[in-house]
Nanobody, 115 residues
Framework: VQLVESGGGLVQPGGSLRLSCATS????????MSWYRHASGKERELVAT????????NYADSLKGRFTISRDNAKNTVYLQMNSLKFEDTAVYYC?????????WGQGTQVTVSS
């Protein structure tokens, strides 16, 4: 199982980024996918989850309206569109999948919001 995040970087407040997570080693379309983030000095936080078909999404309450999770089952990839970014969105962002009771994680991609 491999999950590889990309798309992070340095962005000004109010800007946007689109993260991608390319996966392999499992049948992507069978599983819900999630994005988490971990900011320095804080606990890891669930950002968003998307059902295997993409029809159901859930978000952390504080992020609703700014972040959008989506997936392309033909490309085995899950995305996180982040708009109106704030300083407090600075963190390492991870995609994750639970397979057979085990959680698999990517290596993460750094998002830094700074002026």
């Amino acid at each position: 199982v491999q999950l590889v995040e990309s798309g992070g970087g340095l962005v000004q407040p109010g800007g946007s980024l689109r993260l991608s997570c390319a996966t392999s080693g499992f049948t992507f379309s069978w599983y819900a996918m999630s994005w988490y983030r971990h900011a320095s000095g804080k606990e890891r936080e669930l950002v968003a989850t998307i059902s295997r078909g993409g029809t159901t999404t859930n978000y952390a309450d504080s992020l609703k309206g700014r972040f959008t999770i989506s997936r392309d089952n033909a490309k085995n990839t899950v995305y996180l569109q982040m708009n109106s970014l704030k300083f407090e969105d600075t963190a390492v962002y991870y995609c994750a999948v639970r397979l057979g009771g085990l959680d698999y994680w990517g290596q993460g991609t750094q998002v830094t919001v700074s002026s």
